[in-house]
Each structure stands twice: as C-alpha cells, then as structure tokens.
C-alpha cells in the first residue's frame, strides 16, 4: 500500500475520476454518499475516520454495497466495540477502503455508506450540552490505469462536519449515585442485622 502512493505521488499522474462527498441524516446516524464522476479505471477511495465516528460492520444497510460485484469495501478494524464512548481506551481511528470497478454500462455511480457516532464524553472544561463536532477529513484516492499505472484522482477538498448533540447533567447522576450506594448500604445493614 505504502509502495502504491509513493508511486501515486511520485507519478503526478491524475486520473479523470471526480467526486464529491456529503453527510446526509439529522440523528447519530447518518450516510456518506458519495457521487463519482468518470469511473474508467478501478479507483480506491480511502477515509480515516475520527475515533468518534464509525461504520457499523453488521449494519444491515450495507447490503447493497456488499452485493454489488463492481464496488468492494473493507474496514480497518473489522472488529469493534460500538458501545465504546469516544473516550474509550483501546479505540483506534476507522479507515475506509473502498475499491470500485469501472461498470461498462455507465461511468457515474451514487455510493451510500451508512455511519454511526460514539457518545461523547465530556471532558473537564466542555460544555455539558449543545453540539459536538466530528470532523472527517478529505479522503485519499487514485486509481490504476488499464496498463497497471497508479494515478491520483481529485478527491473533494472539502471536510464533512458530523455534528452530535451533547448532554451530560452530572449533578443527577451525582444524586441519583450517592442515593443507591446509601439505599444499598441500608439494606446490607439490615440484613446484617437480621442474620446475626
């Protein structure tokens, strides 16, 4: 992979391929649809994710990506925990690798990609409610010629904002915690007392 893009950038060669990106949904799920322009070389479109944001591997929407024979997407890591708030230990960032081939019917292709978002925890000094904003960087993409030469593709420039409400009332959970540890002190006393 790392030999491919070298190559890529070394060859300043650019491929015909355009497309553009948007994230559409107003919940914590949302769809990356991406619109490709020119499909005339199997192109791999590449994005890294923010560790918040994820694609959910068992989501069922992506049945028709995975029963299209001319589109292939694989996912770095496969195996995730998608109950892990954003602040979880052992989360690392998602890449998407999806690889398309050219379709002689048409050049042009609408490729929906289902996305979920983490919670997010609040940290010291965030507001305990409004938005928070994942931001997805442009992806990398290029393609491979006919005669096997790697080329650049001309990705959109432009960064998708996933903004997700945040809401965290501490001083409930505080109350709601100091009110069961004493309701379950209680009754350990008292079974205490009875037993004894």
Not at 39 to 50: C, F, G, S
Not at 103 to 114: K, Y
Request: glycine content about 6%.
């Amino acid at each position: 992979m790392k030999h491919i893009l070298l190559l890529l950038l070394l060859s300043c060669v650019y491929c015909r391929v355009t497309f553009t990106h948007e994230l559409i949904g107003d919940s914590f799920h949302k769809i990356l649809r991406l619109s490709i322009a020119d499909v005339t070389d199997t192109t791999t479109i590449e994005y890294t994710l923010p560790v918040g944001v994820f694609l959910d591997p068992h989501d069922p929407q992506l049945s028709g990506i995975s029963s299209n024979p001319l589109v292939s997407l694989t996912v770095t890591p496969e195996d995730i925990n998608i109950e892990l708030p954003d602040c979880g230990d052992d989360l690392e960032a998602m890449v998407l690798v999806l690889t398309i081939i050219p379709d002689p019917s048409t050049d042009n292709r609408v490729i929906d990609i289902p996305l979920h978002v983490r919670y997010h925890c609040v940290l010291p000094g965030e507001p305990h409610a409004g938005l928070h904003h994942y931001t997805i960087a442009p992806p990398r993409c290029w393609a491979l010629e006919r005669d096997g030469t790697p080329a650049m593709c001309s990705p959109p420039h432009n960064q998708l904002m996933y903004p997700v409400p945040v809401y965290s009332d501490q001083g409930t959970v505080g109350v709601v915690t100091v009110w069961s540890v004493a309701v379950l002190a209680g009754l350990v006393l008292i079974a205490g007392w009875r037993w004894a």
